[in-house]
């Protein structure tokens, strides 16, 4: 899989990835928002990521690497996570390359490859209510119906697709 953006290249992941994605959910500044806020080992990381590959050779439907289309270098990834009968999407990026709109761009890049390729519906996004970037891009994708739930103390929102593919 490949997406180009004006500023990033969004594709399968690689064992070239690992030790950028390690140093990327190694940053407590990028974990504190996960279900598990701990930073995650090399191991972790490793795993992660062979388990993506895996997944991605069975469905097609997981998380992309993405890049820098200037340098090649991973920033992060977005994409989607089969939970049951509902898809999870989803993105993570390390803690320099937030605040560039790299989020906003590759999601709507990602979101629309999601829709029109892979057809995904039972589409969700979760976030924790503090992660105020990511719920701005949840809504910028255009999900509205969203419920409130809680995660390790703290308050989250998890939203619905009701888009062309059906929805929830």
């Known amino acids: 899989m490949k997406i180009e953006t004006d500023r990033l290249i969004i594709r399968s992941f690689d064992q070239s990835d ?7 959910v190694s940053d407590p500044q990028v974990t504190r928002y996960l279900n598990s806020s701990d930073p995650h080992s090399s191991e972790e990381a490793s795993e992660y990521v062979n388990w993506v590959i895996e997944e991605e050779s069975k469905t097609g439907i997981v998380r992309y690497a993405v ?15 089969r939970i049951g009968d509902n898809v999870d ?8 390359y937030w605040g560039n709109g790299y989020g906003s761009e ?3 890049a990602v979101f629309d490859y999601g ?3 892979l057809k995904l519906e039972n589409v969700f996004c979760v976030a924790m209510v503090e992660n105020v ?11 509205k119906d969203h419920v409130y739930g809680e995660a ?10 009701h888009g062309e ?3 929830t």
């Open 67 to 81: 890049t820098l289309k200037e340098s090649g270098k991973l920033i992060g990834f977005c994409g989607f996570k």
């Open 18 to 24: 690992i030790e950028d994605y390690a140093a990327i």
């Open 106 to 108: 590759a999601a709507k």
């Open 89 to 96: 999407f989803g993105w993570r990026y390390g803690y320099a």
């Open 152 to 161: 390790r103390g703290k308050r989250t929102v998890k939203y619905f697709n």
């Open 165 to 167: 593919n059906g929805g």
């Open 133 to 143: 970037a990511s719920v701005k891009i949840i809504q910028k994708l255009g999900f």
């Open 115 to 117: 829709n029109k390729v």
